[in-house]
């Protein structure tokens, strides 16, 4: 199934039972908590092990693609990123801890500040379903094979902005325009 | 928060000075008249200033110690190689800081001098150390605090300018990212080296010709986790801004992970050995390169330079434009502040003017 259908269907099931979970009582309240924090935890785990396997793996292929120009981190050209699978995966991995690091702050407002707590039900489980559809937890947990879809660099999903600019976004791999954008002397660009 | 915990920690008896008479205060010992007054916060500000400098003590000597067992460790290749090795005869660096130190050779054959610069963590400011730990996790913009040296070799001979580099594989987008030479080179993979390096090189010719037998014995697969790059270069660390800064100056620049273990300096020293003998090859015209391929170095450097004079000239036209609309500005400004008669005035005058160009336009055409 589609992973963007199966979010929609789990978030319709997620709220209903959120409906039916009374909020006041503090033993649910306790529940729902302890609930929110294990998938969390469980969510570190994946990735943390994944993290191991890269390491253990050690992958030093190379790989070579270009990325584009961002203008709105102050990026003007596209640059040539060249770098090997462990390290790409690495940084794959480490984006998605830091996610979960957002994540736990987001809540921790909504929920402790806010006094949210249907958001805590929808996220715990909409958290570790994320984590175990990513690509880097495909390739290392479950050992599917990096081609395809899952071949590095993983494609983005476009952009806000993008879509809405029609720009034509995204990675490019093909040989003439890393080579191009490899030389362009982008590098030792002083940022201040 | 602290406070309470200390009150909890010492609950001292804090008699009020206002019951005691002046009587009193008069026949107590300086001690006791002490004694009268809390002296928590102070304590507390005295014991902390003390732990911190105890802590900027110990990461001090601790940065000391690397650095000084960092450059005992490589003296058998620099002592051999040059008459002198150090800052002077007795001193081997000079400490700019707690995290940085310099030291220095001189007096070899080929080679006017090296420079050896040590960038270390923040050891002594824990603070510091910390938080760049954390951050560094969380942004791109701050990187984990490390042990760099850089050992850069001027040489003395002549020899063609070119950039061939041996990089490690680990953190090679940084290497590229933070070095302006690397960033103009075509990275490979080639079988004659370890799987941890690769080659960023200008030209296939050239890095293989750099990579000779000596070298390539002394690289293993575990060399890349403290070599970070070995560089030939005649172009800057960083990014050049105007022409002048674009002027070749021949470099050799090793960058290292500060590492005190007996064997990885022991590598250590065969490379320098080996560096050292390229650059007499190179100087002595042992270790020369096609035509064709320097013609195309000079090629890509001949780019460069446009890039830098497209960006000057952009820059220059800007000024034109700015000033220009500067002085229409003025005009307006003047018209203003004319009465309506001078104003019908200037009018007619500017009108006169446009008549005259479009006239001199037509006779032109015709």
């Known amino acids: ?192 | 928060m602290i406070f309470e915990a200390l009150t909890k920690l010492f609950p001292i008896a804090v008699p009020e000075t206002g019951s005691l008479t002046l009587e009193e205060v008069n026949n107590m010992t300086i001690l006791q008249r002490l004694k009268l007054r809390d002296w928590r916060l102070e304590i507390f500000t005295l014991g902390f200033i003390i732990l911190f400098s105890l802590f900027f003590k110990i990461g001090d000597i601790y940065n000391q110690s690397k650095v000084t067992s960092f450059l005992n460790g490589i003296k058998p290749s620099l002592s051999r190689q040059f008459f002198q090795y150090g800052v002077s005869k007795d001193k081997l660096y000079i400490k700019d800081s707690s995290e940085n130190y310099s030291s220095y050779a001189t007096g070899r054959l080929n080679i006017f001098n090296v420079n050896i610069k040590f960038q270390l963590a923040p050891r002594q400011n824990v603070f510091v150390w910390i938080l760049e730990t954390i951050f560094s996790f969380f942004t791109t913009s701050v990187l984990p605090p490390s042990d760099k040296v850089e050992i850069i070799i001027h040489p003395s001979g002549k020899y063609d300018n070119f950039i061939s580099a041996i990089v490690s594989k680990i953190g090679m987008n940084d290497a590229r990212k933070f070095n302006y030479f690397l960033s103009l080179c075509k990275t490979s993979d080639s079988k004659n080296l370890p799987n941890s390096f690769v080659y960023m090189s200008e030209s296939n010719e050239i890095q293989e010709k750099l990579t000779t037998e000596e070298l390539k014995r002394n690289l293993s697969v575990e060399s890349a986790n403290f070599i970070k790059y070995i560089a030939f270069t005649d172009q800057p660390i960083d990014h050049p801004e105007s022409i002048r800064e674009m002027k070749p100056i021949r470099k050799v620049i090793i960058q290292l992970e500060l590492t005190t273990k007996k064997k990885d300096l022991e590598t250590l020293n065969n490379v320098l050995d080996t560096i050292f003998s390229i650059i007499d090859k190179l100087s002595d015209g042992v270790i020369n390169f096609k035509p064709e391929t320097l013609k195309k170095i000079v090629k890509t450097r001949d780019l460069e330079v446009e890039k830098l004079q497209k960006i000057e000239q952009d820059l220059k036209n800007e000024r034109l434009a700015e000033e220009q609309a500067k002085l229409k500005r003025q005009e307006r400004e003047q018209l203003r502040n004319m009465s309506s008669e001078e104003q019908l005035k200037a009018e007619k005058k500017a009108a006169e003017r446009r008549q005259k160009k479009m006239q001199k336009k037509q006779r032109i055409k015709m």
């Open chain 1, 1 to 192: 199934m589609n992973s963007a259908v199966s979010n929609i269907i789990l978030m319709l099931v997620m709220m209903q039972v959120a409906k039916k979970l009374n909020f006041e009582d503090p033993t649910i309240l306790l529940y729902t908590r302890i609930f929110y924090i294990s998938c969390q935890v469980a969510t570190f785990l994946v990735f943390a092990i994944v993290r191991f396997r890269i390491n253990s793996k050690n992958d030093l292929t190379t790989i070579k693609y270009v990325e584009p120009a961002n203008p709105m981190s102050g990026q003007t050209e596209p640059r040539a990123v060249v770098t090997t699978v462990k390290e790409y995966d690495l940084q794959q991995v480490n984006s998605q801890i830091k996610g979960i690091f957002t994540s736990l702050a987001m809540m921790g407002f909504m929920h402790l500040y806010m006094k949210y707590t249907n958001p805590l039900v929808m996220q715990s489980v909409s958290g570790i379903k994320s984590a175990l559809e990513s690509n880097i937890v495909k390739i290392h947990l479950f050992g599917t094979p990096a081609t395809g879809d899952l071949k590095r660099p993983f494609k983005q999903a476009p952009g806000i902005l993008e879509s809405l600019t029609g720009a034509a976004g995204g990675l490019q791999t093909d040989k003439q325009s890393v080579e191009n954008a490899e030389t362009a002397g982008a590098g030792g660009i002083k940022q201040d």
